[in-house]
């Protein structure tokens, strides 16, 4: 990818259970969002965190930041069966503000 | 939350001809566009920033005579693919950014080229 990577690649839990993805990046950063893709369509934006932030939440979805390991991390709780789809982190740059990188994306499959 | 609106959804075009894609923003104003495209299964490279009443800004190894950008307005972005030939064969995204620098996208071109 452009920045950065996520862990894992794949991800097929149960309904019900808990999510975690992982997303890594290069350089330092002024914020990092992550979107929601479904095959084949366009991104859903789902939670912009800033790199002073650390933690932030929205409805089920739980987003964490370590800028001192340029890592962070997207938790899905009570997952459903319409979760499935593929999950990004993006980056902009401390220079490059508002110009956003992806991810290589976690597919997460939840079977019912 | 902000919309972009892209079209088309999905073309299929000769080898040699050229496409034009269009981005707009329904209810902003953006002066700053973003083109990516993404290759089957795989993640959005940013290929261009399209920036309004001006050039252009093409990412390293983005031939820019290959995927020409023009932002008219401040609501209106788009991308040619000049003679476009099957390895252009992708999809392609665009996305807008608001105030708080929240991207928002287009739902995307699927480009096939015969």
Known sequence: ?112 | GAVVSQHPSRVICKSGTSVKIECRSLDFQATTMFWYRQFPKKSLMLMATSNEGSKATYEQGVEKDKFLINHASLTLSTLTVTSAHPEDSSFYICSASDQEGKLFFGSGTQLSVL
């Open chain 1, 1 to 112: 990818s452009q920045q950065g990577e996520e862990d894992p690649q794949a991800l097929s839990i149960q309904e019900g259970e808990n999510a975690t993805m992982n997303c890594s990046y290069k350089t330092s950063i002024n914020n990092l969002q992550w979107y929601r893709q479904n095959s084949g369509r366009g991104l859903v934006h789902l939670i912009l965190i800033r790199s002073n932030e650390r933690e932030k939440h929205s409805g089920r979805l739980r987003v964490t930041l370590d800028t001192s390991k340029k890592s962070s991390s997207l938790l899905i709780t009570a997952s459903r069966a319409a979760d499935t789809a593929s999950y990004f982190c993006a980056t902009d740059g401390t220079y490059n503000f508002n110009k956003f990188y992806f991810g290589s994306g976690t597919k997460l499959n939840v079977k019912p």
